[in-house]
């Protein structure tokens, strides 16, 4: 297993930031899935590394691993900051697949924060990711800025636009990738997941939705992304 920690200098947010990649010995790098693997709010690169296995079951399933920094901008285009959406969605991949040569399949996956951003990213390219992992996420991006109304949520952005409310998106994308949803019946987010899951199932969406005991913990997230590469790359 390779791993790089690049210190790469972003023209989207004109500074630095950090990138991990994870690449298995022996894979195919023209057919390896890649998975731009996105962390939460409290979390920077590195944390999925340190708190999962998930370099362990990118290996099993021979899967490429790109993981951003993304501060505590919820995957957006901020008011009063960086564009980390354009960051993400645009230029992180354009440049990974210009450095290292890969041209396998994308697919998305994230937590809390960075399960939203998951979905936010997948719904907002849909002809590019052709899945979607979703874990204990902010699902109702309006409901959640009203109950942290912080200096800090209002500068992330004073007034969500329609490409950053999942229902609306949910509603309007004509295409949805395959999508694969989780949360713990202990979690603080688990009102807001079964909402969306239900709207998911109104608008006839497919995906797969998984619901056990659990909290907001990354042995939930752990377990979670194993049942998502098993979704998505199992024989």
């Not at 992180?92 to 951003?117: A, E, Q």
């Not at 329609?162 to 979690?187: A, H, I, R, V």
Request: with cysteine; charged share 25%.
């Amino acid at each position: 297993m390779s791993y790089f920690r690049i210190d790469y200098f972003s023209s989207v947010l004109d500074m630095a930031t950090d990138i991990i990649v994870t690449v298995p010995d022996n894979v195919d790098l023209e057919k390896a899935p890649i998975v731009l693997l996105l962390h939460g709010l409290s979390d920077n690169a590195s944390g999925w590394t340190r708190y999962t296995s998930c370099e362990q079951y990118a290996r099993e399933y021979g899967v490429i691993l790109v993981l951003p920094e993304v501060q505590r901008s919820f995957y957006m285009n901020m008011d009063y900051g960086l564009n980390y959406l354009d960051y993400v969605i645009d230029e992180l991949p354009f440049w990974i697949k210009k450095t290292f040569r890969f041209s396998g399949k994308w697919y998305v996956m994230g937590l809390s924060m960075g399960g939203y951003g998951a979905m936010k990213c997948a719904l907002l390219r849909p002809d590019f990711f052709n899945g979607c992992g979703a874990f204990s996420s902010v699902c109702d991006i309006k409901e959640w800025f009203i109950e942290h109304d912080t200096k800090e949520s209002k500068a992330i952005r004073e007034n969500v636009n329609d490409e950053d409310d999942l229902y609306y998106l949910f509603k309007n994308e004509k295409k949805c990738p395959k999508l694969f949803f989780s949360c713990g019946t202990e979690d603080k987010l688990y009102s807001q997941n079964k909402r969306l899951g239900n709207y998911l199932k109104n608008l006839e969406i497919e995906c797969e939705q998984y619901y056990a005991e659990g909290n907001h913990s990354w042995r939930f997230w752990n377990d979670s992304l194993l049942r998502a590469f098993s979704f998505f790359f199992g024989k």
